[in-house]
């Protein structure tokens, strides 16, 4: 309280502003200690993300087809370039297994994997997330399909994205009771 009555209130909140200024809450901020300054990551080769996703899209549609043996079959119609390699996997929505995959090939536009049985017979009549997968690189792709689509660097729409080591994919996931 003498300190308070013999500098007055407003000296005795300079004080405390200066202390805590001093103390500076542990950020600091100069060059001093050892923060570096913001900056920005650059993709190599000037890769620009944005808009990959424009544009029409490259898978126009694609279903899980109930057969009349109750297997459960993948089919879907396509702009890739003819042999494009798509991988289609199916996950079971309740216990998030996947059920089936396969890797199937363009023909004509068109896609379709072959008939999906369980271990015991027909897969049940459930909630299923199917995944549509295709990467553009000489492990995934054949030598045309790399050619027409550039690497897959020019391909843009609806489930196209970039890898780290600048590769092209196509990935697009849809949940289907079935």
């Not at 879907?76 to 090939?105: C, F, I, W």
């Not at 196209?160 to 949940?175: P, Q």
């Amino acid at each position: 309280m003498r300190l308070l009555a013999r500098w007055g209130l407003l000296g005795f909140a300079a004080a405390l502003l200066a202390g805590g200024l001093a103390a500076g809450c542990g950020q600091g901020s100069g060059s001093d200690d050892g923060q570096k300054d913001l900056t920005f990551e650059t993709l190599p080769g000037g890769i620009d993300t944005s808009g990959l996703t424009n544009g029409k899209p490259l898978v126009a549609s694609f279903d899980l087809i109930r057969m009349n043996t109750g297997a459960l079959r993948v089919t879907g119609k396509t702009r890739l370039p003819e042999g494009t390699r798509v991988q289609v996997s199916v996950h079971d929505m309740k216990s998030n297994a996947m059920v089936a995959s396969t890797q199937v090939t363009v023909d004509h536009g068109t896609f379709g994997s072959p008939p999906f049985m369980g271990d015991m017979g027909p897969l049940p009549v459930a909630r299923y997330r199917v995944e549509i997968l295709s990467h553009f690189t000489s492990e995934w792709q054949p030598a045309n399909v790399l050619s027409e689509t550039g690497g897959g660097k020019r391909l843009r729409g609806p489930g196209i994205t970039r890898s780290k080591v600048d590769g092209a994919a196509l990935y697009l996931v849809e949940e289907m009771k079935r």
